[in-house]
């Protein structure tokens, strides 16, 4: 069983559209990432996570530590947006080996 | 601007060919790692380094050896007892202290011939 896992594996929806991605982890954490990977492959990080909520535009992420769960938002989605979006966690904070879940692909469609 | 340099972006190798994949970086972080990335799975940690002419083992270090003889680069050498190397590598870094934020180059993608 993977230690990370996300839901949806895929998500398709329309523009405009508020958007959620879980991720579930079975260890114990000190950091959660949330990041962002384009057709080319490259990965973005957009949020780092040890407790409450962060927002960056129209993305917002939240932990709930005790429930070992975390939340990726997207409001007013855009197709834009249209990425894998990947989840990973963090033991040791600062230098760190992650494990990271299998990605969620969103699609947004105009 | 800081960020991590990656290439080549496309590599392509005959069986029994070893292939070095270059990774550079101007922020001045202590810890990097490689990752292969394969469709349907997580990325897979090969190897990771904390500090110079240091470097430990990752889930998936059979097959790749690796190098860090400066602070800012982290080469990969892919060699031909990795069975089955066709795959996506990832390079990436991490920032220390309460950043912590991660890293990424675009990656290099290798295809055996």
């Known amino acids: 069983k993977n230690e990370v896992e996300q839901s949806p594996q895929n998500l398709t929806a329309q523009e405009g559209e508020f958007i959620t991605i879980n991720c579930s982890y079975s260890v114990g954490i000190s950091a959660l990432h949330w990041l962002q990977q384009h057709p080319g492959g490259g990965i973005v990080s957009l949020f780092m996570l040890s407790s409450g909520k962060k927002k960056h535009g129209r993305l917002i992420a939240t932990i709930n530590i005790q429930e070992k769960h975390s939340s990726l938002h997207i409001t007013a989605s855009h197709p834009r947006d249209s990425a894998v979006y990947i989840c990973a966690v963090g033991i040791d904070f600062g230098n760190e080996k992650l494990t990271f879940g299998t990605g969620t692909r969103l699609t947004i469609i105009p | 601007d800081g960020g991590i340099t990656q290439s080549p972006k496309y590599l392509f190798r005959k069986e029994g060919q070893n292939v070095t994949l270059s990774c550079e970086q101007n922020?001045?972080?202590?810890?990097m790692y490689w990752y292969r990335q394969d469709p349907g799975q997580g990325l897979r940690l090969i190897y990771y380094?904390?500090?110079?002419?240091?470097?430990q083992k990752g889930d998936i270090a059979e097959g790749y050896s690796v190098s860090r003889e400066k602070k800012e680069s982290f080469p990969l050498t892919v060699t031909s007892a990795q069975k089955n190397p066709t795959a996506f590598y990832l390079c990436a870094s991490i920032g220390q202290g309460s950043t912590g934020e991660l890293f990424f180059g675009e990656g290099s993608r290798l295809t055996v011939l």
């Open positions: 922020l001045n972080h202590d810890a």
């Open positions: 380094s904390q500090i110079v002419n240091d470097f």
